[in-house]
């Protein structure tokens, strides 16, 4: 059975045709869900959504922009009515070490991974009180936990980890309002934001010391995200999913 039908989905980070984004909105609209398809490009967000079936919409929308975020938020209600879902999942990485990083880098990485989430987050949930209620699931990353994944460096795991505080603070304020928080922590996902940093004997490399033995698709995320969307995680909030082949069990 369908497990969104009717149900209004924002997700950010949604055009990269290989990524996380994309294919949680494929498997959203699957499940009955209209969709919009947030990006920094417009025209690609519009065609992200074009391509998941008729009736979505995409929108540009750098999550570090309080406006762009509020003005998201605006052109889905008027085009929708309502907002159920949010997916805070946009996200950008660096493989720098301590030392490497400049003000400059900080900066980007804060604002995208961990800045974004507040600012959407801020524009949906005046909606979703509204309504009674609503989902929000957040991108965290095993580097959160385990203080570096693969690809990130220092700067991205203190983000990431950032985004689990942030969700749990939120998921305690907004509890009473009927709105659930919870975050995902992927390990290594084969997606686009590993190409030109990871050749494939290097990811092999590493599926080696992944006990499931491989790297997790962006699918294997969709359906986590598609979890916690969904009734069937209705009483979990303040929640982190693992999804990382086993690489940290704790
Ligand atoms: P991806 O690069 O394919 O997707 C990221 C998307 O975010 C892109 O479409 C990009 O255009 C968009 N984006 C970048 N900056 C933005 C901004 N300021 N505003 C709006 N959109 C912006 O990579 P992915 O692997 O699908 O990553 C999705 C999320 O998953 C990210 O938050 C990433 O940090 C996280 N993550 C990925 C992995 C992995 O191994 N792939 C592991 C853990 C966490």
Redesign the pocket.
């Known amino acids: 059975s369908l497990l969104l039908e009717g149900k209004v989905a924002m997700i950010?980070?949604?055009?990269?045709?290989?990524?996380?984004?994309?294919?949680t909105a494929r498997m959203f609209a699957r499940h009955g869900a209209k969709v919009v398809v947030?990006?920094?490009?417009e025209k690609?967000a519009a065609e992200a959504a074009a391509s998941i079936g008729p009736g979505h919409r995409g929108y540009a929308?750098?999550?570090?922009?309080r406006d762009a975020c509020q003005k998201a938020a605006d052109r889905a209600v008027a085009d929708f009515g309502r907002i159920d879902i949010l997916i805070n999942?946009?996200?950008?990485?660096q493989p720098v070490k301590t030392l490497e990083i400049d003000p400059a880098s900080w900066d980007r990485i804060l604002?995208?991974?961990l800045r974004?989430v507040l600012y959407l987050s801020q524009a949906v949930i005046p909606q979703m009180k509204k309504q009674g209620g609503g989902s929000v699931a957040c991108?965290?990353?095993?580097?959160a936990q385990r203080g570096g994944?693969?690809?990130?460096g220092p700067h991205?795991s203190a983000a990431?980890a950032g985004v689990l505080g942030l969700a749990k603070a939120m998921a305690r304020e907004f509890g009473p309002d009927n709105i659930r928080f919870n975050c995902v922590?992927?390990?290594?996902?084969?997606?686009?934001?590993?190409s030109g940093k990871l050749d494939d004997a290097k990811k092999a490399e590493i599926a080696a010391t992944i006990p499931l033995n491989r790297?997790?698709k962006?699918d294997e995320?969709a359906g986590a995200y598609l979890f916690l969307a969904s009734e069937l995680s209705g009483y979990i909030t303040g929640a982190v999913i693992d999804v990382n082949g086993g690489m940290l069990i704790h």
């Open positions: 950010s980070g949604a055009a990269s045709p290989r990524g996380i984004g994309l294919a947030l990006d920094l490009d690609a929308c750098n999550v570090a922009d999942n946009a996200g950008i990485t604002d995208v991974n974004g991108m965290s990353s095993v580097s994944g693969i690809l990130g991205y990431k922590t992927p390990g290594l996902i084969d997606t686009d934001i590993t790297l997790g962006a995320i």
